[in-house]
């Protein structure tokens, strides 16, 4: 309840409130004036509550000329010789705490500290110069009613500056930590987007080649073009699956789609699919296997699966070659076809062939690297990205 008590006055108007508490004062001090009968000069007073229930309402955004108000008045009151004014006015006695607290509060600090120094002296010099006035109306005066309102407007402006600072702070990490939290989701959105193309380019490759050869023999040869559909249906039920790990979908029931992330032991399946498309692929190991990161060793397995895509793609029938060679501290992935590049294939894509071109990557423990591809009679018609 306190917390909604508090929150409700924070979201109060505060200079309305400031023009409220000026009515009030107003309306007092010239009851005072008018119907107390202890004014000596009542238009004079009139006057002063006018002025200073002025300066009330316009503290916040005039604090200097609403304090100045103050001092002003002391100096006419010596200067004329008047008779103090509403001294035992309570709208007097809310008035000038009110307006040195805005000075301390809402004024800069250079200025508040000039027109303190000038208020204090005529403040001191009224005091003195009042009838039955001296030294010992000096503390008061000084003390209370502009000394420590102005001290706790410092304080509470202190504290505001305080305040702010934090929450820019605050709202700069929130930035930047939004900032971040985009950028990881970008460079997510974009490894999703490259595993997809992976999965769909291979897949779809093994199966346009299968679905192909299966038209072309299902008169004639009934049975090849049975296996070569089987391989359509295995190739799309492999790529449904990955595609369901890579968004996060796991179908119940289908523990493909549970499965880890492929990697280098995982090749075999890739040069299988080849071969079920016209590839004649082998693999060769040299070196003894080292363990990897699953970062490194997924990446390894994409740059293998891309290249033989490729082959299906665009050098299909011929032989592919897949050589890992282990080094110290350095993983070496080679893919080489001997194809033609009288192949084309149509659909989207250049459709230029890949004759004896070998795609060459060099892996670290951080990441791998394109090396330049070593051609056998002529240069590459297409390097592997």
């Excluded at 939004?178 to 460079?187: E, N």
């Excluded at 999703?192 to 193309?197: G, N």
């Excluded at 004639?220 to 559909?229: D, F, N, T």
Aim: charged share 20%.
């Amino acid at each position: 309840m306190s917390h909604g008590f508090s929150a409700h006055v924070r979201s109060l108007n505060r200079v309305r409130v400031d023009q409220l508490v000026a009515v009030a004062v107003l309306v007092e001090m010239e009851l005072q004036t008018w119907l107390g009968g202890s004014i000596h000069d009542p238009a004079y007073a009139g006057l002063a509550g006018f002025v200073l229930a002025g300066a009330v309402a316009v503290r916040r955004r005039h604090p200097l000329g609403a304090v100045f108000v103050v001092p002003g008045f002391m100096s006419l009151r010596m200067l004329l010789g008047l008779g103090n004014i509403l001294h035992n006015s309570a709208g007097m006695i809310v008035c000038v705490p009110l307006l040195f607290y805005g000075l301390g509060a809402f004024a800069s600090e250079r200025r508040s500290v000039r027109m303190l120094a000038f208020a204090f002296v005529i403040a001191v010099l009224n005091a003195l110069t009042k009838p039955h006035g001296g030294l010992s109306a000096v503390a008061p005066v000084a003390l209370f009613a502009i000394l420590s309102p102005y001290v706790l407007g410092r304080m509470v402006r202190a504290q505001g500056a305080r305040a702010r600072e934090a929450r820019d702070v605050a709202e700069r990490l929130d930035r930047g930590r939004d900032a971040s939290a985009r950028a990881a989701a970008y460079g997510e959105r974009a490894r999703i987007a490259r595993e997809l193309h992976d999965v769909i380019a291979h897949s779809v490759s093994v199966m346009v080649i299968q679905a192909g050869g299966a038209r072309l023999v299902m008169g004639g040869q009934p049975e090849r073009a049975e296996e070569s559909l089987r391989s359509v249906e295995c190739a799309g039920r492999e790529a449904l699956a990955e595609m369901r790990r890579l968004l996060g979908i796991l179908g119940e029931g289908d523990p493909r789609a549970l499965a880890p992330q492929p990697g280098l032991g995982d090749i075999e399946p890739l040069l299988a699919g080849a071969r079920a498309s016209g590839i004649d692929a082998d693999l060769l190991i040299d070196g003894e296997p080292a363990p990897v990161s699953p970062a490194l060793d997924l990446c390894a397995y994409r740059i293998v699966q891309e290249a033989l895509t490729n082959a299906i793609k665009h050098a299909s029938p011929a032989r592919a070659s897949v050589n890992v060679r282990w080094r110290d501290g350095e993983l070496e992935l080679e893919v080489s076809d001997d194809g033609s590049r009288r192949r084309t294939v149509t659909g989207a894509g250049s459709g230029h062939g890949i004759l004896a071109c070998a795609s060459a990557w060099r892996c670290t423990a951080e990441s791998c690297m394109p090396v330049p591809a070593r051609t056998v009679g002529s240069p590459c018609a297409r390097s592997f990205r």
